[in-house]
């Protein structure tokens, strides 16, 4: 019999186990703790750092916006024409966002000071120090801290040169009162435990954001600590108060930038910290204790009540146990009362169970015979070949309209590897998707060509899908193979029949040049012969000439129509804003002549050919120059995101284009003014945009409901490689052409 070690009651081990997760817990806390005010401690810190240089930060900005009114002000011609007026109303315009302007002479005189009213009699003071540096380094100056003599007040200021020639002419000046700065801290939210500070170069107090007026002037505390750019200090701040400073000195005008932290804060802080873990420690003690008590007491209850249970049911009696105070006790003593009356029940309705299972695994067993002959039937039947492989290439599996397909049997297309009868351009192409599907893609697609099995090479499309949950010895790959034969013979016919229409407008514009020339001529030689004798005769003759310029110019613009109509797209990537461009210089004679101006908003970069391109706008430009009103022509052209494709718009305010002709403007030689000699042309213009625009497998059309003028619409295609490189919003407008007529 094994020994038992000494017994102990259910108290002892509570209690040691209270003690084992309270030990912890207290350590734990008192880490978290230590962790929780070192962290407190550091964002007090971080905070006043990242205030210091957000004040300072703020401070520079209104500094350098300053400094950029005076640079402009610098820069007026009234000042070189010593219009002073002038000058006086330019500087005025800042005055309601309170930037009082002041201009001197060299001499110290004041020409102009937008803080006394206009007319009022300007002092004459001497020139100050920082004037005289400003005027010697021709560069702007930020003073230090001095008595304005004006008001008598401390204030500083920002002097900047009016150079001309290399010379410095005149001063132009804006003077700070130091409560703008203060209260420039006290809107950004510094205060208690926070102190800040802004001090001139030599370390006098400019403003302060507590106890502002006591310390305009005085010395800051620590000034010289101030090493560098910026860093932080500890030591006593203008208030008397020990802290922890961090300061920044400005790029722009040399001032330092200091806020304080008061170090009080800092150990207060640590302080909470410890005395609540002190609190938290003695609650854990004091609830462990508890805990244990009253669980000691419900445990023995219960556990006197399993016991009793369980030696009824070793007795084969039916069980009840008693309900107790713990909700698990009482679910196990109401199983123990359960298990006896089910327990004979178990055997009968595990035999049926069996029984059940059995007939179901033999239904199932029928259902997928029944789902295999199903999909056998599919795939022998189906007029697409399909083939079951794996990674390396090995078929496992070919339905039978391989045959029908190539000529093989399934068992003997099974037996040849697929190098050996795909046609030797086509393999490279063949591989790159096999090793892609290797590489895990799950689905692919190729054309190619394959070898019958009477020789003849065979066009397919296949189409591949990656099946899941497949070893490398399984099928992991099935093809699709559908013979594409006929659609390749129409495609290869088409492109034959685009080669001979090429061929015969190249033959029709060649062979007619030739009979029209000759009637030229003779017309020509004709009219010079009855010029005078017989006008009538004359008249003719140049009817006959008006007629072959017209008849050459339909032949030159068939021959330009079949050139776009059946030229190879390019499909490169096209920054349209460049197309424009293009466009615009090709068309600038004739934007000048008419004063037009072209605007161009947020233009994206596309897919396409750009030569195309450049004809597509050229002549949509082209015809909203031509068909103008009264107004000097305006064209704006925008574009925004359509799903797949961008929406370009090119918009006019010209005579515009009745909707009844919405769709006929895009016939070829269709013409709605009759008037060549206003409007020439002969209406080929619109049928080569929507060719282009067409090749590129967008649409054009004319917007019915534009206002004024008329507003052409069509879609272009989107990148697909890469992300478009303008991502404007929708309405910017964006500059890179701006062509006006002079």
């Known amino acids: 019999m094994q020994e038992v070690g000494k017994e102990r009651s259910l108290a002892v081990y509570l209690v040691a186990f209270a003690a084992v997760i309270v030990v912890p817990l207290m350590l734990l806390a008192v880490a978290v703790a230590w962790r929780f005010a070192d962290a407190e401690i550091s964002r007090l810190k971080l905070v006043g750092q990242q205030r210091t240089e957000d004040v300072a930060a703020e401070i520079e900005r209104m500094l350098g916006s300053r400094l950029d009114i005076l640079r402009v002000l610098a820069t007026s011609p009234a000042i070189d024409a010593s219009d002073h007026a002038a000058f006086d109303a330019q500087a005025r315009q800042f005055t309601e966002s309170g930037v009082d302007i002041r201009l001197r002479a060299l001499d110290g005189r004041l020409l102009v000071d937008t803080g006394l009213p206009p007319g009022e009699v300007l002092p004459h003071w001497p020139l100050l120090e920082p004037m005289t540096e400003a005027i010697r380094s021709r560069q702007p100056v930020f003073s230090s801290l001095f008595v304005s003599r004006g008001t008598s007040t401390y204030a500083v200021a920002i002097f900047v040169p009016v150079v001309r020639d290399g010379t410095v002419v005149a001063l132009v000046s804006n003077t700070f009162s130091p409560e703008v700065f203060h209260r420039f801290m006290v809107r950004a939210g510094i205060s208690d435990p926070y102190f800040a500070s802004l001090s001139d170069r030599s370390g006098l107090i400019i403003a302060r954001s507590a106890n502002h007026e006591a310390s305009v002037a005085r010395q800051l505390p620590s000034f010289d600590a101030a090493v560098g750019r910026s860093g932080s200090w500890n030591g006593i701040n203008a208030d008397g108060l020990k802290v922890r400073a961090f300061y920044q000195r400005s790029d722009l005008s040399g001032w330092l930038v200091t806020l304080g932290l008061r170090e009080s804060a800092i150990d207060a802080a640590l302080w909470r910290t410890f005395g609540g873990v002190t609190v938290v420690g003695l609650l854990l003690v004091i609830l462990s204790i508890a805990m244990a008590t009253v669980l000691v007491r419900r445990l023995s209850r219960a556990a006197n009540a399993m016991v009793e249970a369980a030696a009824a049911m070793e007795r084969g009696q039916l069980t009840v146990v008693p309900r107790t105070d713990i909700v698990e006790v009482n679910r196990v003593g109401e199983a123990f009362g359960r298990a006896s009356v089910k327990l004979h029940l178990q055997a009968s309705a595990l035999a049926r169970a069996n029984r059940e299972l059995e007939r179901r695994v033999e239904e199932r067993g029928a259902a997928l015979e029944a789902s295999e002959e199903r999909y056998r039937l599919l795939a022998e039947n189906a007029r697409d070949t399909i083939l079951l492989r794996n990674v390396e290439g090995r078929l496992f599996y070919a339905s039978p309209s391989c045959q029908r397909l190539l000529g093989y049997t399934p068992e003997e297309i099974v037996a040849i590897h697929p190098v050996s009868i795909v046609h030797p351009d086509d393999w490279r192409r063949v591989d790159g998707v096999n090793r892609a599907m290797a590489d895990g893609r799950e689905l692919g697609f190729s054309i190619h060509r394959l070898r019958h099995k009477e020789g003849h ?48 407008s190249a033959i029709v514009s060649h062979d007619l040049q030739a009979p029209l020339r000759h009637i030229n001529m003779f017309s020509d030689m004709l009219g010079a012969r009855v010029a005078g004798t017989d006008a009538e005769a004359a008249g003719y003759a140049a009817k006959i000439q008006g007629s072959v310029e017209r008849m050459q110019r339909l032949i030159r613009s068939l021959n330009a129509y079949t050139q776009v109509a059946y030229a190879l797209e390019k499909r490169d990537a096209v920054d349209l804003a460049v197309v424009v461009s293009e466009a615009v210089a090709m068309l600038d004679a004739d934007i000048q002549a008419a004063g037009a101006t072209i605007k161009v908003f947020n233009l994206p970069t596309i897919e396409g050919d750009q030569e195309l391109l450049v004809r597509l706008f050229q002549n949509l430009i082209g015809n909203a120059v031509k068909y103008r009103g009264d107004e000097p022509p305006v064209v704006k052209i925008r574009a925004r995101p359509a799903g797949r494709f961008w929406e370009v718009a090119v918009e006019d305010n010209g005579i515009g284009i009745d909707p009844l002709y919405a769709d006929r403007v895009f016939e070829i030689f269709r013409r709605l003014h009759r008037d060549e000699s206003r409007y020439p042309g002969i209406g080929l213009g619109l049928a080569l945009c929507r060719r282009i625009v067409e090749s590129h497998g967008g649409e054009i059309w004319l917007d019915k409901d534009w206002p004024k003028g008329a507003r052409f619409q069509m879609t272009l295609p989107r990148r697909r490689a890469k992300a478009e490189r303008r991502t404007g919003g929708g309405d910017g407008e964006t500059q890179p052409v701006d062509a006006v007529g002079r």
């Open 457 to 504: 090479w065979v066009w397919i499309q296949a189409a591949y899908s990656r099946l899941p949950h497949a070893s490398s010895d399984e099928p992991s790959i099935m093809v699709v193979v559908r013979d594409d034969t006929e659609r390749q013979e129409q495609e290869t016919k088409l492109r034959q029949t685009n080669e001979s229409l090429r061929q015969f």
